[in-house]
């Protein structure tokens, strides 16, 4: 009778065993990445009251009699190979392992051993880590190697994808432009504004990441033939609030504007007439203060102070000081020194490029005032032909025939701008290509932008800030950044055991590898590797079946049920037999 007694209180236990277990399962049906247990019963040992034997000539065989003592848990198996659905949160650390056997496990550390997890709810800490939300273990993977395009595939360690070091991407400088649109031999740019034709700019990098702005005059050398040239006339550093043209200082250095741009030169006569406003007198007239009959009086008031310069005598100076163009002559029997640009309506930086071109300098003007007031010189200007087809107003050439680019020798500045043959400008290949000589209703749409036609060679870029981060399918994280650079900045590794069952859970979303598992390599695998991916902004729920849990529930619920039974009746009987003796 005692065994019956013992085996229903072995069933109990071994009972109780699973409804902890199935308690799990379901107190866990909103574990990210939760794996779901189930017990497996087995039979205890037998007491065998008589052996086998075997059969003779005249008897059969007879099996042996074997009473059983009970039942006991087998074994807990995690059902590790059984995925959970996807449940979406648009977080970009948020990743989901996708693999078709549910094996490959993130790598994590705790600062003491590695660890296994599906949960991919990750955030970067304060130094930059990425690590889980619930426990701060930093997520391991591979750095990117010294090559900065390339993965180092060795040790797993942590990865920092927000150092220092990849807050900001380097600059590029510009190499390539393209200029494209049409040019109308029509347009008011090369009838009624012929002086300066028609102005392209283009927006450029230096190897420092400053931004430059590039002007070029396109004017009209025969219209019936389709020739056009076209001059560099100002670099200036966005970021410079003076506008110093970098091409004036270059040729007051004793340098030609021919070495940065045009393979022609030519020369011609420049007059500037005086500006509105300026009152001109014969001296032999009214002229106030003349000391001689020859030349002119130019009078300027402004807020009622008057401004006079004699022609007869007057010189173009630059006074240092006050970094003017002044303008000195004799009136009145006294010298003065009045501005330049205010007779002329010319901006100091005006007078400096106009002074250059005629081969001039601040300290040696080549600038004169003839005797009826005009501004005169000789200017010399450097440019490349542009040709076009006159029958169908395709593009011919640039520069000279059979050419299709030519070249912004930008790196000739270096010297005179850094004092180093080395500086910050690279040379930029000019592609004229995708420019048209058509009529547009006298609107010329010509306009030049930064790279090739294919518009990702040699942009160039400013210096970048990160401003964001991602993560592809397999697993490689990138950084974007404000000047449009996408930089790698690590991979994630993920860790495949044969035996995934075999893993010891360890709380925390996490596991460790046993000696039933398969030992980590401490390198691991790319995700890829089995035709796995990650996918971000979403994780792996729990893959507790709730319908499953419930039904084992009621059959462990009979079970238990069942074996107290045994109890019960096996002490009715024990009482029966005690009754026997009144």
Known sequence: MMRSLYSGVSGLKTHQTKMDVIGNNIANVNTVAFKSSSVTFQDMLYETTSG??????????????????????????????????????GEAFDIKLTDSQHTNFFIVNNGTQNLFTRAGSFYVDGN???AMTTTGYMVQGWQVDDDGVSIRKDTVSPLRIMSTANQTSDPEATTHATASGIVDKNSDAFTSNSDTGYIMSLLLYD??????????????????????????????????????????????????????FG????????????????KSEANAGTGTGATTTNGVTLSYTNNGTTSQINTSDAAVTYDTATSQWMVTSTVGGKQTSVPLGQFYGLTNAQISEINAKAGGTTAAPALTIDANGNLTGTLTT???????????????????????????????????????????????????????????????????????ADGTTGLGKKLGTLTGVSVDNSGKVYGSYSNGNSTLLGQIAVAQFANASGLESNGDNTYSATLNSGEFDGIGVEVTSDGGSMTTGELEMSNVDLSKEFTNMITTQRGFQANSRIITVSDTMLEELVNLKR
């Open 52 to 89: 086998a034997s075997a059969a003779t000539e005249n008897l059969g065989g007879k099996n042996a009699n074997q009473i059983g003592l009970g039942v006991t848990t087998g074994s807990t198996k995690v059902s590790i190979t059984s995925g959970g659905s996807a449940e979406t949160t």
């Open 128 to 130: 930059g880590n990425l």
């Open 207 to 260: 190897r420092l990441g400053y931004a430059y702005t590039a002007k070029f005059s396109v004017k009209q050398e025969n219209k019936d033939t389709g020739l056009y040239n076209v001059e560099l006339t100002s670099l200036v550093n966005n970021s410079d609030s003076t506008g110093t043209n970098l091409i004036t200082k270059y040729i007051e250095a004793g340098n030609s504007a021919g070495n940065l």
């Open 263 to 278: 393979s022609k030169t030519k020369s011609e006569a420049y007059s500037k007439s005086v500006a509105s406003g300026v």
């Open 382 to 452: 450097n440019y490349n032909e542009l040709k076009f087809n006159p029958t169908d107003g395709s593009f011919s050439y640039v520069g000279a025939e059979g050419s299709k680019s030519v070249q912004l020798n930008l790196s000739a500045l270096n010297m005179s701008i850094s004092g180093e043959t080395e500086g910050p400008f690279e040379n930029i290949d000019f592609d004229f290509s995708q420019t048209k000589n058509l009529d547009n209703n006298k609107t010329s749409t010509l306009a030049s932008t930064r790279g090739a």
